[in-house]
């Protein structure tokens, strides 16, 4: 009777002609993706370091690595250290971030990523020397780590289903907007004195770091982390809040019950819940023994975080004045100009792609990306073997290969960029969301820090026209394995996606019981 009921409600919702978008989820949302700020301010520090490292013969002196080169007398070797490490250290803290938020809750889990930040603000900021910066940026890539995990899986489940697309994709526009202060505070502090300067610019990040710690006690908890501890009556309130309609406020509820395994009659404020909900037996069901849908969901998530990093965006971010260079650019003011237009390219193709994910999808915007990279990594290896092998400038070449590199970072970050975390952090189920997530975190640090800390020896090894190349025949895979491996999501609740995996090497045609704009099914069943 109560499964009759939810059929029912399904039939008479539609999220697609929802009246308004909910303020209070967005609201929400918005504080969650602020661990982006932080992450963003402090990756910023990670690109300046490297692109001083590459652009010092030309005179190009951004960032926070050239004073603390200068005040500490350290050499290039330990600023590549400084640097690189960070990346060994955040999937210590998505690995950690992963069973702390089953075990304490989403929310706290976020005000424990601003106490990390903060305290890596402050380390940093403070430091005498050169070990106890190495010390601050252990705490900062800890933190790293937590921020990776902990927005999109709060905010993934906190969104209205019509609006997760959107939602989720926040903590990406935040991450940019995080790059753009870094930009500014370096501009600001390089005014200093050289002692100040680096010290205000590594420690300004523990003032937004200690706000999010404080505002995020007046967020609501996830309500899906609320039933999975048997806190019906709690979970019930924020649902209503963060819901479009009561239909839909009942219609999660009931699901999420039937995922936690909660008879659907059951109506008490505080229930006994199965203990695999508190994420016992995870690694287990991951690992050793997982369901066909399971193994399907798992090795879709490894999938799209690797291809979003194999696929060379850092390569293309990190490394964008050495690639002008190359390209033929030899003046300082247009190499500036030519990266400030990477990342204004980058932020506005980002909040495009937030108004795309819950119109066109994400399987049809994930694919429409991967073919845009294809194209734009090949013109960038053609463009740029041409100069290499060219005696004289070529004003078409240089022209060719700046618009292949905005090319490629606008079609990167409408779909591969946003998508990947959006897409990672809604397939898996309830009680294997954090860990789920946090896995594919790891697979995502690791493969960038790999990239970033090979690309310079792979251009020597085959110049820097031919490591693009390889990059477009790995993108050539990711659009292979996204094509065979990642059915659609878009409008489905986060119980429902289950359903959708299991079937490997196909896209299982949608047989919902009520759709968007009547003729897509929003409830697909494999």
């Not at 976020?110 to 106490?115: H, K, R, V």
């Not at 937004?208 to 501890?229: G, H, I, K, T």
Request: glycine share 10%; hydrophobic share 50%; net charge positive.
């Amino acid at each position: 009777m109560a499964m009759e009921e939810a059929v029912s409600m399904k039939q008479d919702f539609d999220p697609q002609n929802k009246p308004k978008r909910n303020k209070f989820a967005l609201a929400c949302a918005i504080l969650a993706s602020m661990t982006s700020i932080l992450l963003g301010y402090v990756h910023d520090i990670l690109k300046n370091t490297k692109r001083i490292l590459i652009t010092t013969d030309i005179g190009v002196m951004s960032g926070a690595a050239l004073y603390i080169q200068r005040d500490l007398r350290v050499s290039d070797v330990k600023i590549e250290i400084l640097n690189g490490i960070i990346n060994l250290y955040s999937p210590v803290g998505s690995f950690i971030a992963g069973r702390t938020s089953d075990w304490i809750g989403r929310r706290y889990t976020i005000a424990l990523a601003g106490i990390i930040f903060f305290a890596g603000a402050i380390l940093m900021g403070l430091s005498p020397n050169y070990a106890f910066l190495m010390f601050g940026r252990f705490f900062a890539g800890v933190g790293i780590g937590f921020a990776f995990l902990i927005a999109p899986v709060y905010t993934s489940e906190i969104s209205p289903t019509s609006s997760r697309g959107l939602l989720t994709s926040l903590p990406e526009i935040f991450l940019n907007g995080g790059i753009l202060i870094g930009y500014i505070s370096n501009y600001g502090f390089s005014k200093m004195s050289l002692r100040l300067g680096w010290r205000l610019m590594l420690g300004v990040g523990a003032v937004p770091s200690m706000f999010l710690a404080v505002v995020v006690l007046v967020m609501p908890e996830s309500p899906r982390w609320l039933v999975a501890q048997g806190r019906l009556g709690e979970a019930k309130k924020i649902l209503y809040k963060i819901s479009d309609s009561e239909e839909e406020a009942r219609l999660r509820l009931a699901d999420i019950k039937e995922t936690a395994g909660i008879p659907q009659d059951c109506d008490d404020d505080v229930v006994l819940v199965n203990k695999q909900s508190h994420g016992q037996g995870v690694w287990k069901e991951l690992f050793l023994h997982p369901t066909r849908p399971v193994l399907h969901i798992f090795i879709a998530s490894l999938g799209i975080h690797f291809f979003a990093q194999a696929t060379g965006i850092d390569a293309v971010v990190l490394y964008s004045p050495r690639i002008f260079k190359s390209a033929g650019i030899k003046s300082d003011n247009y190499l500036l100009l030519a990266t400030v237009a990477v990342g204004f390219v980058k932020t506005v193709s980002i909040l495009v792609a937030t108004f795309l994910l819950d119109r066109a999808g994400r399987r049809v915007l994930l694919l429409c990306s991967v073919s845009g990279l294809i194209f734009s990594l090949v013109t960038l290896g053609v463009s740029l073997t041409v100069v290499g092998h060219s005696r004289s400038t070529l004003t078409w070449a240089i022209g060719l290969s700046i618009a292949a590199v905005l090319a490629y970072v606008a079609t990167f970050s409408i779909g591969s960029g946003p998508i990947t975390w959006v897409y990672s952090s809604e397939i898996f189920p309830l009680r294997l969301r954090a860990q789920g997530v946090a896995i594919g975190a790891i697979v995502n640090r690791v493969t960038s820090g790999v990239i970033a800390m090979t690309f310079l020896s792979l251009c020597k090894a085959i110049s820097t026209g031919g490591a693009f190349f390889l990059f477009a025949a790995v993108a050539v895979a990711a659009w292979i394995f996204h094509y065979t491996m990642l059915p659609e999501t878009r409008g489905k609740t986060l119980e429902e996606i289950e359903g959708s995996f299991g079937h490997f090497w196909r896209n299982p045609k949608p047989k919902g019981l009520y759709g968007t704009n009547g003729d897509i099914p929003i409830n697909e069943q494999c």
